[in-house]
């Protein structure tokens, strides 16, 4: 049996606590009962947060998941973080690592283990994470071979990355459901490889995970079932901006999303109904379009953030060395000094960018 670990972003970035009233209530509804009701449970899912949430917010969390030994909490603070790429998330997955091997829950560090990222308002088909785990420990062989086939910059660690074409975008504040087909995207991408080496699910921007299996040298596993494997939730918190215009629900993808991710309907009709939890359209009129909720200054202000934690810890490291001079005083001083604006800004952000 393979370890598979999922990784949940909860509001990295975002210290709003009305934001969280609503993100929560999502997550109750949707993601975490499809979880809960996987029929493989042979699993342990991430739930990255910032570390100043809100304290309100992480005990509604830690009531949600109380009693779940293979949900974990795990805090991230982006201000102090000294390296991050653009076009992934492997600094998320790099505190996750450091989590796991705390916690003894990897003692073997160079086992093959299986990652994937799901986010907190989507839902996967019941019977996913036992598909995956079922066809990576058969494909176990060949990444064996690999690793003794290939050269020497992909020699450490065979793999695969898996992905269902198939799924439904539902538009939760008017209940539409749509057929949706879409070979990678950020919930279903599924991918094994060594621990030790550093690559998971948070390695690649989930489009591009074709082109990044050849940099690795990975096999591309398409899964070409007829079944809805996944749901893409869109409401008015999103990221990306929507418009349901006046589409009306296919009946047979609706029947699927009854019936097979685990989808807790009672406690979405309880959301959709509390205008106070919405973003936009608090009346009674129902959101049918959303402009969009992007966080790409939020991005671009921790990546600054930690490109000068990195400069300050060098030049700190050089300031006590003999015969350095006042020019390196100046510029470290000047350098914390647009370090601790833009860690301000980042909080200012953090409250107002996100309601």
Not at 59 to 76: E, K
Not at 162 to 185: K, M, S
Not at 234 to 245: I, M, Y
Not at 306 to 314: D, E, G, K, M
């Amino acid at each position: 049996m393979l370890h598979h670990f999922i990784v949940t972003r909860i509001g990295i970035g975002i210290h709003n606590e009305n934001w969280y009233r609503g993100a929560l209530r999502l997550f109750e509804a949707i993601t975490f009962p499809s979880l809960c009701a996987q029929t493989c449970p042979d699993f342990t899912c991430l739930l990255i947060v910032d570390r100043d949430i809100p304290e309100s917010a992480k005990s509604r969390l830690d009531a949600i998941v109380n009693g779940h030994r293979n949900f974990h909490i795990v805090p991230i603070d982006l201000t102090v973080m000294q390296q991050v790429h653009q076009g992934c998330f492997d600094y998320i997955w790099e505190r996750c690592q450091d989590y796991l091997l705390a916690h003894r829950t990897i003692v073997d560090p160079f086992e093959y283990i299986i990652t994937s990222v799901l986010d907190a308002d989507d839902a996967w088909h019941v019977e996913t994470l036992d598909l995956v785990q079922k066809r990576m420990t058969e494909e176990m062989p060949a990444f064996l071979a690999s690793e003794r086939r290939n050269m020497t910059w992909t020699r450490h660690t065979g793999g695969a990355c898996l992905a269902f074409a198939n799924g439904l975008r539902w538009y939760a504040h008017p209940d539409v459901v749509v057929p949706l087909h879409r070979l990678f995207g950020d919930m279903f991408v599924f991918v094994a490889a060594r621990f030790s080496s550093g690559i998971s699910a948070c390695s690649s921007r989930h489009t591009q995970w074709a082109s990044y299996c050849n940099v690795v040298d990975f096999k591309d596993i398409k899964c070409q079932r007829a079944t809805p494997m996944w749901v893409y939730v869109r409401h008015d918190r999103s990221e990306v901006g929507w418009d349901v215009k006046d589409n009306e629900s296919d009946s047979e993808s609706v029947r699927h999303l009854r019936a097979d991710f685990g989808i807790d309907f009672d406690k979405v009709r309880c959301w959709r109904e509390d205008h106070e939890l919405r973003a936009i359209g608090r009346g009674d009129n129902i959101p049918r379009s959303h402009d969009g909720m992007a966080g790409t200054e939020q991005l671009d202000c921790y990546f600054r953030i930690s490109a000068l934690n990195r400069q300050i810890a060098i030049l700190e490291r050089d300031a006590g060395n003999a015969g350095a001079d006042g020019s390196l005083d100046r510029l470290l001083a000047s350098q914390r000094r647009a370090r601790d604006e833009l860690v301000r800004r980042f909080h200012d952000q953090a409250q107002s960018h996100f309601r």
